[in-house]
């Protein structure tokens, strides 16, 4: 019998303190209005001692609590995040380790904003091959990527995690899927380079750690490039609610416009969160779900749409 990927749990978990407008106008020269109206975000939240492991495991305890999952049951875990703790041992690996998850092989995805699409792609990919159950979370530590003086950037992004438990279904729900990559415009988002400094090398010493984003270009991409994803997958389907990454308020007010879709439907938390990168698109669902916006066996259809750093993204239409 064939077997499909079923979301069954959603969980989410991010640092206590915020970090509103007003606060980063103390850093920079920056202020609320300026912030707010070209974003839409008011606030974020940001780590003070707690490390992207730290967030995901969080998340994953959340996730086997709520389900009433025994850590041993699971068969795998994906992180999608790009501000691992480490280059090595993965994230997914720190997890498996802090739940006892025995039994379940662990990897990192790193494809940034698009990277939960990706590692749930990947994930459903997993069960119908023969896997039964397993951790799909995107969580990320922006905070420590970034160039606190640089009002372009530092203002955009904030720190979470939120995940979904992945389970063998007999029935569909993962209906259509796209990912995509385009390596030739990589450098419109980096973060973390560093040349080759061997004892051999000629290479002239380069590290630079910060995230480094061209604005303009990575909107113009989200507007045209997924717009046309999404298009594509949407196609002669009735959809209920689209999660997009949250990045911009503007890009969703864009991306519906051009879509000719209800900009209700386009689903929003940015405004408290502000960009998480991988962690965006699992914790508006994870909110929505606990709102009652979402309900996870209902059928309802959901586009969930990720795009970022690589250049990567991915749209995927899903039927809760």
Request: overall charge negative; aromatic content about 8%; glycine content about 8%.
């Amino acid at each position: 019998m064939n077997m499909f990927g079923k979301i069954t749990a959603t969980a989410s978990y991010v640092p206590d303190k915020i970090v509103t407008n007003d606060d980063l106008s103390h850093l920079m020269d920056t202020s609320d209005e300026w912030i707010y109206s070209r974003t839409g975000i008011k606030e974020r939240r940001i780590s003070v001692g707690e490390n992207t492991s730290d967030l995901c495991g969080k998340v994953a305890i959340k996730l086997l609590d709520e389900a009433n999952v025994n850590p041993e049951e699971l068969d795998f875990i994906l992180v999608a995040t790009i501000t691992p703790d480490f280059n090595t041992p993965a994230v997914a690996c720190q997890v498996q380790g802090m739940i006892g998850a025995t039994n379940a092989f662990a990897f990192d995805i790193s494809a940034a904003c698009a990277g939960f699409v990706y590692a749930l792609s990947m994930a459903e990919k997993l069960i119908r091959t023969g896997s039964k159950k397993g951790l799909v979370i995107g969580g990320e530590v922006l905070s420590k990527v970034l160039d606190w003086k640089d009002r372009s950037s530092a203002v955009l992004f904030g720190d979470g995690a939120a995940g979904v438990l992945i389970e063998a279904s007999t029935k569909q729900h993962i209906i259509k899927e796209s990912l995509k990559a385009d390596g030739t415009r990589g450098m419109s988002l980096t973060s973390g380079f560093r040349s080759n400094q061997n004892p051999f090398s000629t290479n002239a010493p380069a590290y630079h750690a910060c995230m480094q984003m061209v604005g303009r270009e990575i909107f113009d991409f989200a507007t045209r490039d997924v717009v046309s994803s999404i298009a594509e997958i949407i196609e002669n389907e009735e959809v209920d609610y689209y999660l997009l990454h949250q990045a911009n308020a503007r890009i969703l007010d864009k991306v519906a416009r051009k879509l000719k879709q209800p900009r209700t439907q386009f689903l929003q938390n940015m405004q408290h969160y502000g960009n998480t990168s991988a962690a965006s698109i699992p914790l508006l669902l994870d909110e929505e779900v606990k709102k009652g916006t979402l309900t996870l066996g209902s059928g309802q259809h959901v586009v969930f749409s990720g795009f970022g750093g690589g250049l990567t993204w991915g749209t995927m239409l899903a039927a809760l």
